[in-house]
């Protein structure tokens, strides 16, 4: 197994999966202008990568999930965050991901999204750990090395029965969303509780790789949780929202920034064409954001429907 995770050097600062946020386009962006250790896909649905070929007969080209699993090189090492409760389908999707030239899989078991947990995956896992274990031994099938993804408990903090659990599989690396499945992102996430979480791998699996994920807002932040906790590193979520700059600690000005989300927007337009415009909107939010007329720009942008009408408003401010 050509484990890239071996060669990485500590504390490692990665980019959080994030669904139709970081998607291809946007992780170009942030790997031009400030590059984590490691990038994520969004989470795909092994279940219907599968199911396309197998029950109706697509090929895996034409399926459209294929869009979340879309990469350049220069995003490398890059993982493919897969999410399902069947064993089968996880093989299926992992062995395709190596094919497409993933460095890793990771395996979705903290997402709170109804529909993922009615499939059995994501936060469900977490409820039921062997078959948690057997869909992670069905992802090392595709001989990528495998990591999972989750958070603390599911109605309450469960560190000691779960993340045992985990820590048995021999996994690369575990990261913890440092809260409960009921607690979502509503509550401040509880870096109080990592050191149990790193005396647990200490002890069950000193090959792991921890790393802590909830509210780092910087890189000193995110220097201080490590050296506070003992965690091997973070995983950034919602702080790159915005500023593609955050791993290299960057301060840009206010014209940098605009061009840089015109950047964005042309990439978006090149590589996702069949995506929905309006998704565009989240990030206008974040880049038009903290300066004199954020909020005029921000209206104008939400009203756009393609590249053009941004590159207008884009040269009417005089920003290109
Ligand atoms: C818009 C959005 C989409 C997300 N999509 C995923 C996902 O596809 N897979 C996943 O494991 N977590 C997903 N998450 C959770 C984040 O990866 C991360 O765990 C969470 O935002 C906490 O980290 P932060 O405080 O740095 O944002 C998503 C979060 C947001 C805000």
Redesign the pocket.
């Known amino acids: 197994m050509n484990n890239f995770w071996q060669t990485l050097k500590k504390p490692l600062f990665v980019l959080?999966?994030?669904?139709?946020?970081t998607d291809v386009a946007f992780r170009s962006v942030i790997a031009k202008y400030g590059k984590p250790d490691v990038m994520?896909t969004?989470?795909v649905a092994a279940d219907g990568l599968y199911a396309t070929r197998e029950k109706v007969g697509m090929k895996d080209e034409e399926n459209p999930l294929m869009q979340s699993l879309l990469f350049t090189k220069e995003e490398s090492p890059i993982v493919a965050?897969l999410f399902s409760s069947n064993p089968e389908n996880m093989e299926y999707a992992a062995k395709l991901c190596a094919k497409l030239g993933f460095d890793g899989i990771?395996i979705?078991m903290?997402?709170p999204d109804r529909s993922i947990e009615k499939q059995g995956a994501g936060a469900a896992h977490m409820k039921d750990p062997e078959t948690a274990k057997k869909v992670i031994q069905a992802a090392k099938k595709s001989g990528l090395p495998v990591s999972v993804?989750t958070r603390i408990g599911y109605n309450k903090e469960e560190i000691d029965a779960w993340i045992p659990e985990l820590l048995s599989q021999d996994l690369v690396c575990l990261t913890v969303?440092l809260?409960t499945r009921k607690e979502m992102?509503k509550v401040a996430?509880h870096w109080e509780l990592m050191p149990r979480i790193v005396a647990l791998r200490d002890e069950l699996a000193p090959d792991t790789l921890i790393l802590g994920?909830?509210?780092?807002e910087s890189i000193e932040d995110g220097n201080k949780k490590i050296e506070e906790t003992g965690c091997d590193g973070v995983?950034?979520?919602?702080?790159i929202f915005g500023n593609p700059w955050f791993f290299s600690g960057k301060e840009v000005s206010k014209d940098e920034k605009l061009k840089v989300m015109f950047e964005h927007t042309k990439l978006y337009e090149e590589l996702l064409p069949q995506k929905n415009f309006s998704i565009m909107r989240?990030h206008y939010k974040a880049y038009a954001n903290g300066f004199d007329g954020a909020a005029e720009l921000r209206a104008k942008l939400f009203e756009t429907k393609s590249r053009e009408e941004v590159e207008k408003i884009l040269i009417d401010e005089k920003i290109i």
């Not at 959080?16 to 946020?21: E, K, L, T």
């Not at 994920?213 to 780092?216: E, H, K, M, S």
């Not at 995983?235 to 702080?239: D, Y």
């Open positions: 959080a999966p994030m669904a139709d946020v994520w969004e989470f965050q990771d979705n903290g997402c993804k969303h809260r992102s996430a994920n909830g509210d780092v995983m950034v979520g919602r702080g989240k």
